[in-house]
């Protein structure tokens, strides 16, 4: 993947989590790994120092690319992001 769309999707994600963090509260300090292969892309968390889930979220990278554009897809990874996160956390 090129740097600027690797740094479009860093920024989508970032901004996500952010968000994410400020709406459920749940989380003050988030450390993702995202990783890329192929289509697919994998993301592990650990929220404050949590992690109980083993198992990365998989992610589509023309789910990111819709994300970046379109406030539907952007919408439906947020809440994937959301049910990850609490997995994550052991909720």
């Avoid at 650990?46 to 789910?63: F, N, R, W």
């Avoid at 947020?78 to 994550?88: G, I, S, T, W």
Wanted: proline share 3%; hydrophobic share 40%; charged share 35%.
């Amino acid at each position: 993947m090129p740097a600027p769309e690797q740094e479009a999707i860093r920024r989508l994600l970032t901004e996500t989590i952010e968000q994410l963090a400020q709406e459920d509260r749940s989380f003050t300090r988030a450390r993702v790994v995202f990783t890329e292969s192929d289509e697919r892309c994998g993301l592990t968390a650990e929220l404050d120092g949590v992690k109980k889930e083993g198992v990365p979220l998989a992610i589509d990278i023309e789910q990111l690319e819709d994300a970046q554009t379109g406030a539907g897809a952007r919408a439906q990874l947020k809440e994937a992001l959301r049910l990850y996160f609490r997995r994550v956390m052991g909720k």
